[in-house]
């Protein structure tokens, strides 16, 4: 502004009455399309297409290097136990065959009941338990996982409220003593 002819106030003057130009432009061209305006994308496209941005060589190696490891790793426990990645199927599903894994009766999630996971690896399977509410067994005594098709868990009593069963006498514990396990998923139940 200061190297142009005719002094700063007619050129500042200039530039204020192509803003107000503008301005009732895109005002006009939003009203007419939903509250859109090509001539503001444009702008802003136009304002940004030639930024800038400092890049260290060797900061952006580590960064890939860091995001292929961080890609790879798989969580090994999820809560409540270290999980046996290794098992053919989800925890309380049964083997059919080979490589397909068959859903209890009760199961409400997200998946087919019926899966091959023959070939997937650790991160596939945490990520099938995850979308399917399927946990993988823990890796205990129960190498193949536990066994959900009863309603009641092992020592406990069905009562007559319809679903609830009751903590074996004299368990001491600091959760209820009953509970419904009609409805509760696997991981849940776990």
Known sequence: MRTAPGGNKEL???????????????????????????????????????????????????????????????????????????????????????????????YGGACKRLLSLSGKGMAERQQIAEDCQSPWPCSDSCIEGREYSNLCPEGWVENSAGGFCDAPLGVETKCATSYNFAKMNIQTKQ
């Open 12 to 106: 500042g003057e200039q530039v204020g009455s192509n803003l107000r130009a503008a301005d009732e432009q895109v005002s006009a061209e939003a009203s007419q399309n939903s509250g859109k305006s090509d001539f503001q994308q444009s702008y802003a496209e136009t304002l940004t297409s030639k930024e800038m941005v400092l890049v260290n060589p060797e900061v952006s190696k580590v960064m890939k290097q860091t995001n292929a490891l961080a890609g790879s790793l798989v969580e090994s426990s999820q809560g409540l136990c270290e999980r046996n990645w290794v098992a053919k199927c989800p925890d309380g599903w049964s083997l059919v065959g080979d490589d397909l894994c068959m859903a209890p009766t009760a």
